[in-house]
């Protein structure tokens, strides 16, 4: 014998968006996107000055490096690493 619990079809817990709304989450994903490209070119422009500072010399290490740093000026510049007084880039509390 089968309980009642079984015998009913589950209900579909998400309701359907309007087309306002789906273009509203449209746009923000395209803006999230959009913003990491940049992002990203970012980084690289400011990898690649820092290896032309340094006359384009060095090793595999030294380009990992230079894009390490530049993530971070980057990140810094956006204020990617500043909440609530806190500098991710150090894991410390800001003593400005």
């Given amino acids: 014998m089968t309980s009642k619990v079984s015998e009913t079809a589950p209900k579909k817990s998400r309701t359907k968006l309007s087309k306002s709304e789906e273009?509203?989450?449209a746009h923000r994903v395209i803006?999230?996107?959009?913003?990491?490209s940049d992002r990203q070119e970012m980084i690289a422009t400011?990898?690649?000055?820092?290896?032309?500072?340094r006359g384009f010399n060095g090793n595999e290490a030294d380009a990992i490096q230079d894009w390490l740093e530049a993530e971070m000026e980057v990140d810094n510049e956006l204020g990617m690493f500043d909440s609530h007084g806190i500098?991710?880039?150090f894991l410390?509390?800001?003593?400005e």
């Fill in 92 to 95: 410390t509390h800001k003593t």
């Fill in 31 to 36: 803006t999230a996107a959009k913003q990491r």
């Fill in 46 to 53: 400011a990898a690649y000055y820092r290896a032309e500072k």
């Fill in 87 to 89: 500098d991710f880039q």
């Fill in 23 to 25: 273009n509203i989450l």
